[in-house]
């Protein structure tokens, strides 16, 4: 309760920062995707997607889905040849010292890369008004690529504009960046490595929210279980247990099709990862916002006010579903990747 509301609501960089420290360095969030040869443990997929669903169900408003895409993202990268400007922000990263950002305008390059350098914006990022190193999409000679840039790197030009968001929890801001220290992630137009990218951070996103669906079941059977009506406990009433029930069938939906995504990308199967990600996506922010919507409804009163989780839950829902397209959207992409084949053979 008290990390909800320390954490939530503050201003500024919108978490503590000592409790990154520790969440990062000694429980190892960062490790748990960063490659071992920058001193992570490199553990397979599903790893991560377990640590982002307990980020979202505690509603954690730090950095963390940054972070491990960030850590992911340097597989194949060596030390030697990331630039010693650059690669000491990133050193300052790996032990919780340096704060990731991820720009989610992953569909379009705003931004230029040349010469070791990057020039233009990048479209709301995550903990924008503070990041020190942000990964994002950007133009290249050879086409879009992913680069990993360094606004933390002195001299350098950085403007910093607030986003709005229903999510106040987790602030996000376009940074624009004039000449700012980048490397690329893999080679000029690799459009398969930008696809890992996108599909790893889809799930995790989805992870994120079947967490935050588990947290808003665990509040409402929390509640139904000790609040009276009646003379009698509330979740006794069909109505209450069957907002239950139906949430947890929603939340365990979702998470098969997390786990069977992340069990695909770990494979090495890119293209049914993606598409089992594109129908987490959509089973997942279903999921949540009815969870959060439930949890508000099973509370009562209380649910509707400032002083209850529930509007914390609710924000986040509405805030993640915004993200990559509508579920509707998710699930024609899905269809049109080729989802009915897969699951099609899945079932045979």
Known sequence: RRNRDDENRSAGAGFDRDRWSVLARQIGLIGIAAPELWGGMGLPAPYAVAAAEECGAALY????????????????????????????????????????????????????????????????????????????????????????????????????????????????ADVVLTEVPAVLLGQDGDVAALDRFRTFEALLLAAEQVGGAEGCLAGMVSYATMREQFGKVIGTYQAIAHRCSDTAIDAASARALVAAAADALDDGDDVAARQLTLLARAEAADGFVAASNAFIQVSGGIGFTWEHDAHLYFRRARATAAIGGTPAELRDQAVVSGCVDLLVRASA
Do not use: K
């Not at 340097?74 to 950002?101: E, H, K, M, N, T």
């Not at 010469?115 to 233009?120: K, L, S, W």
């Open 61 to 172: 408003p730090g950095p963390a889905r940054a972070s491990v895409l960030l850590a992911a993202a340097l597989d194949g990268i060596i030390p030697d040849d990331v630039p010693s400007q650059l690669r000491s922000v990133v050193q300052d990263f790996l032990v919780g010292a340096a704060i990731a950002g991820v720009a989610t305008n992953s569909n379009g390059a705003l931004a230029e890369f040349s010469d070791g350098r990057v020039t233009g914006r990048l479209v709301a990022v995550t903990h924008g008004t503070v990041a020190d190193l942000v990964v994002g999409v950007v133009e290249s000679v050879d086409g879009p690529a992913l680069a990993l840039i360094a606004p933390a790197v002195r001299p350098t030009r950085v403007e910093r504009i607030p986003v709005p968001t229903v999510d106040f929890a987790t602030p996000l």
